[in-house]
């Protein structure tokens, strides 16, 4: 990113809220997560683990909300998370 700035080059950082260089996407992953484990639930199945991103990559989180969500609307446990 650095480098890029230092050309004057435009990119973008993708999955990111924070100030810096570029310019942020986000992809709505929370919204993401919690439609794919709403999908599952809808076929009938009732445990679903998640397997989390690393904790400092924002995204992990989103997407673990969404599925936190999506269980805890449906009444089921949400302790598969690894």
């Known amino acids: 990113a650095d480098l890029l700035e230092a ?3 435009s990119f973008a950082r993708i999955g990111s ?3 810096g260089a570029g310019f942020a996407l986000t992809m709505d992953d ?3 997560a919690r439609i794919a484990t709403e999908h599952l639930i809808a076929l009938g199945h009732t445990r ?3 397997i989390a991103g690393l ?3 924002e995204l ?3 997407r673990t909300d969404g599925w936190r969500a999506a269980m805890a ?3 089921l446990a949400d302790d ?3």
């Open 73 to 75: 609307a449906a009444g």
């Open 30 to 32: 929370e919204r993401a």
């Open 80 to 82: 598969l998370l690894t």
């Open 17 to 19: 809220r924070r100030a």
């Open 55 to 57: 904790p400092d990559y």
């Open 48 to 50: 679903i683990g998640f």
């Open 60 to 62: 992990s989180a989103w």
């Open 7 to 9: 050309q004057r080059i």
